[in-house]
């Protein structure tokens, strides 16, 4: 009886270990894909980052441009590239953080390009097209990639949150990741004057 009792121990203690082995390379792997995706992320605003200066320089060949507009922009772009985000660490704190320095850059973007508007001879230059057609597409990419992003952590927090990786993930120190989400405000409809 007491070899049965032992084997049976041994039995469940082998499901158990090869379970959690499962489970954490399961866990693992899906980090690894956070992480990839976080890449994506950060690459598609760094090219939308190095595509500033040179529109910068082509904005400033206008006559009276408003340098106050060009200076937010630059400011924009530093503060943007100083942050960092370790992708060890992708906590929502962090994307918050990283969030909004990106969005102070897209807003002075937006203020230059408002402001460029009222340069005809500016929007002529074909190398003022080629750089607003460029950002643009940037920022369809850079959405494209927060949408995947985001996806890979769905995956990765609902796979870290059911049971019983839910067990070996807290063992481990698999933590929750950080969503991209719409910043305060853009649930309301701008309002358009004439």
Do not use: H
Request: hydrophobic share 40%; aromatic share 8%; with cysteine.
């Amino acid at each position: 009886m007491k070899r049965f009792g032992l084997i049976a121990i041994v039995a469940i203690a082998l499901v158990l270990l090869m379970g959690g082995c499962g489970t954490y390379n399961n866990l693992v792997g899906k980090e690894e894909n956070v992480r990839n995706a976080w890449s994506q992320v950060e690459a598609q605003y760094q090219r939308r980052a190095d595509l500033i200066p040179n529109l910068v320089n082509t904005v400033k060949g206008a006559a009276n441009f408003e340098r106050e507009t060009l200076t937010e922009v630059i400011n924009a772009r530093a503060r943007a590239t100083s942050i960092n985000v370790d992708p060890a660490n992708l906590s929502p704190e962090q994307i918050q953080q990283f969030q909004q320095a990106q969005q102070g850059l897209s807003s002075a973007l937006g203020r230059l390009l408002a402001v460029a508007e009222a340069y005809p001879q500016l929007r002529a230059t074909e190398s003022f097209r080629d750089l607003q057609a460029q950002l643009e597409g940037t920022e369809n990419r850079i959405t494209v990639a927060r949408n995947r992003y985001n996806d890979a952590v769905n995956t990765y927090n609902v796979g870290r949150r059911t049971f019983p990786a839910n067990i070996f993930a807290g063992m481990f120190g698999f933590g929750d990741k950080g969503y991209f989400t719409a910043q305060p405000g853009s649930d309301r409809t701008p309002t358009v004057q004439f």
